[in-house]
C-alpha cells in the first residue's frame, strides 16, 4: 500500500510539473504575441482610416513637403551634418506600399507618436489633412533624395552649456531653460523637468549634428510652442552641444524595462523554479520507493 502511494504520488508530482511548466509557457507565448500585437495593432479611431487625398497628387505632395521639411526631415533624412537619421531614412527607402497597405497605422503613428522614441505625437500640432499631407509627400519619397542644406557645427563651451541647460544664463532671445522641461542625470540637485524626453543621453542617440539640427530647427510640437520667435542662436546651440557632449559618457538613462519585461522574466522564473522543484523532488520520490522496496522484502 505504501509503495502504491509512492508511485501515485510521485505520478501526480510529474503531471502537476507538467502542467505548471505547460501553463509558464503558454502565458509567455500569450505575452510575447500580445506585446507583438500591442505594437501593431491600430486602435481606434484611428482603424480603417484611409488618406482623403490620392497619393500621386502633386498639389498635396508638395503641401506635405513643406510640413516634411519643416517637422520631420531634421529626424528622417540623411545629410552630411547628419549622417545617419534618428528615424526611418525616407529618402533611401520605397515607402509606398506599406503606406498603401496600411495608411491607418502610419497616420496613427504620426498622430500618437511612439513611445520610447524621439518621434513626437503630431497630433498635438498638425491638423488631420497636415498629417495627410505629410504622409502623402512620404509616399512620393525613396526614389529623389530632397535637398537639406548641411548644419555648420560650431565648437562650444560646456561649461556655458551647462548654464545655459539649468537657467543660469539667460537665452539671448528670452526662451525657455532647458531644464524646464528636460532632465539630464546628475545635473541639478533636485533634478530636471519631466514634461518632455530625458535627454541623458540625447549625445549618443543623436551625435552632435543631429543635436545641432535639433536644437536649431526645433522640430517637435512643444519645442516650436516654447521657442517660436526665441531661437538659440548659433553659439548657444554649440554650448549646449557641447554640454550634452562632454557628460553623456558619464551618465546612464534612467529609463527603466517596460512592465511587459518584468512579466516576462516573472514568467521564465516560474518555469526555471517548476524544473529546479521537479528535480530535486524527484530525486526524494526515488529514496522513498527505495526505502519502501527494502522494507517490502524484508
Not at 500621386?56 to 551634418?81: K, L, Y
Request: net charge negative; hydrophobic share 45%.
Amino acid at each position: 500500500m505504501q509503495k502504491l502511494s509512492a508511485v501515485v504520488l510521485h505520478k501526480l508530482t510529474s503531471r502537476l510539473s507538467m502542467i505548471l511548466i505547460g501553463v509558464a509557457l503558454v502565458m509567455l507565448i500569450v505575452l510575447s504575441g500580445a506585446a507583438l500585437a500591442q505594437e501593431e495593432e491600430v486602435p481606434a479611431p484611428y482603424t480603417g482610416l484611409e488618406n482623403p487625398f490620392q497619393w500621386d497628387d502633386a498639389s498635396v505632395q508638395e503641401a506635405g513637403r513643406v510640413i516634411f521639411q519643416g517637422s520631420c526631415a531634421v529626424c528622417h533624412i540623411a545629410t552630411e551634418a547628419v549622417p545617419v537619421p534618428l528615424g526611418i531614412d525616407y529618402s533611401s527607402i520605397n515607402y509606398r506600399q506599406n503606406l498603401e497597405e496600411r495608411p491607418d497605422f502610419y497616420f496613427w503613428t504620426v498622430s500618437e507618436g511612439r513611445p520610447d522614441t524621439a518621434m513626437p505625437p503630431w497630433g498635438l500640432s498638425l491638423s488631420e489633412e497636415e498629417r495627410w499631407q505629410a504622409l502623402t509627400y512620404i509616399w512620393s519619397l525613396g526614389s529623389e533624395v530632397p535637398t537639406i542644406a548641411p548644419t555648420p557645427i560650431i565648437t562650444g563651451d560646456p561649461t556655458i552649456g551647462r548654464h545655459i541647460f539649468t537657467g543660469s544664463t539667460l537665452l539671448k532671445n528670452g526662451g525657455a531653460a532647458c531644464i524646464s522641461c528636460h532632465n539630464v542625470n546628475g545635473v541639478a540637485a533636485l533634478g530636471g523637468g519631466a514634461m518632455a524626453k530625458d535627454l541623458t543621453e540625447a549625445y549618443s542617440n543623436f551625435g552632435a549634428a543631429g543635436l545641432t539640427a535639433v536644437l536649431k530647427a526645433a522640430p517637435f510640437p512643444l519645442m516650436q510652442a516654447i521657442y517660436e520667435g526665441r531661437p538659440l542662436d548659433d553659439n548657444e546651440v554649440a554650448d549646449v552641444v557641447a554640454f550634452f557632449g562632454e557628460t553623456t559618457d558619464a551618465q546612464q538613462s534612467t529609463a527603466g524595462p517596460r512592465p511587459l519585461a518584468f512579466i516576462m522574466i516573472g514568467v521564465v522564473g516560474l518555469l526555471l523554479i517548476v524544473i529546479i522543484l521537479q528535480t530535486i523532488w524527484r530525486g526524494r520520490l526515488s529514496g522513498v520507493r527505495q526505502s519502501l522496496v527494502k522494507g517490502g522484502s524484508k
